[in-house]
């Protein structure tokens, strides 16, 4: 009886070698805020990463949860900026400068860069992939409108980063805390608003709290203006297997996180509306 026995080939394919994590040394930790941390570590499959798509991060011990991608730079310089929320994303944000994670990643669909009027909107840490997005769109947008929503001045992000990117550009910055602390007291959606009342935009980027988004997408839909949107779902798996980030026909890990208008359509009877909790069971948002 013949046996057919096929040789594994030594050389990975770009899928293997992305799904393999990678112990990578935290090279900086900078505190950002009371809740927010940014590490920045060095991996060459993340300096191809495009902006919106995220990693799975390993905290040893802990658990393994999908941050997006808040720095990225041809020399292989990655960034990740984390918000303590629950165990694992508290754990790592206990880490420093010579400490370790696990990388997967970059996985997922990210942010198509448009040109003409664009418009950025990002809500708490949403901000972070919004950095090497804005970043890209320097380089082919015409005129560029950054708007931030913050509880209150203790959660403002990136503002020097902002300053820097934007100071050569056409552009126009709006942040909104909800107490008043900072600029304009209220909800950034009530901006967005104003906005697209005023000016009429080409693209919408937003990332941020789902409400947030929901909104902001409604407006996009009413103005008639498209927009990418990057979704939040409990991920396991990061490659689209395990069904935990299902929302109707969609696996943001793998057809996301970034959304545009027509898959945001398709999933609408669920976005803003509903999401599947730890255990698959379907919760209120
Ligand atoms: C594609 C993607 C990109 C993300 N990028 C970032 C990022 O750049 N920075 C960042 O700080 N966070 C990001 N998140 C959210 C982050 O993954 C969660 O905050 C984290 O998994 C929570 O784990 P935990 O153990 O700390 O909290 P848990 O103890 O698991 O939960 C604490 C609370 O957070 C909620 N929660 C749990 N998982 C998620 C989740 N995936 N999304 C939203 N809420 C959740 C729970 O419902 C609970 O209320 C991203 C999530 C996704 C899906
Ligand atoms: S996280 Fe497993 S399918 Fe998306």
Not at 23 to 52: M, R, S
Not at 206 to 215: A, F, H, N, V
Not at 270 to 282: A, M, R, S
Request: hydrophobic share 35%; aromatic share 6%.
């Amino acid at each position: 009886m013949h046996f057919h026995t096929q040789k594994s080939s030594p050389v990975p394919s770009h899928f293997d070698a992305i799904n393999r994590m990678r112990i990578v040394k935290i090279i900086d930790a900078k505190t950002e805020n009371c809740t927010v941390k940014t590490f920045t570590f060095v991996d060459k499959l993340c300096e191809k990463a495009e902006p919106g798509q995220f990693v799975m991060v390993w905290i040893p011990g802990v658990d393994e949860i999908p941050i997006s991608l808040s720095g990225i730079t041809s020399d292989g310089l990655t960034s990740i900026t984390v918000n303590e929320v629950g165990e694992a994303s508290r754990a790592l944000n206990q880490k420093e400068k010579g400490g370790s994670i696990g990388v997967r990643g970059p996985f997922g669909n990210g942010f198509v860069p448009a040109g003409g009027n664009v418009m950025i909107v990002g809500g708490g840490t949403g901000l972070g992939p919004m950095m090497p997005l804005t970043e890209k769109l320097v380089k082919v947008a015409d005129k560029i409108t950054l708007m931030s929503g913050v509880k209150s001045l203790d959660n403002l992000l990136f503002l020097d980063r902002i300053t820097k990117i934007l100071s050569d550009v056409d552009s126009e910055t709006v942040f909104t805390t909800e107490d008043g602390s900072y600029g304009i007291e209220g909800l950034v959606t009530e901006q967005v608003e104003q906005k697209l009342m005023n000016e009429r935009f080409d693209m919408i980027y937003t990332c941020g709290p789902e409400q947030m988004m929901y909104r902001t997408f409604l407006l996009a839909e009413r103005y008639n203006v498209p927009i990418q949107a990057s979704l939040e779902r409990i991920m396991r798996c990061g490659i689209g297997l395990c069904g935990s980030c299902a929302i109707g026909k969609i696996r943001v890990c793998k057809d996301g996180p970034v959304l545009n208008s027509e898959q945001l359509r398709g999933i609408k009877e669920e976005f803003g509306k509903f999401q599947l909790d730890l255990t698959g069971k379907k919760i209120k948002l």
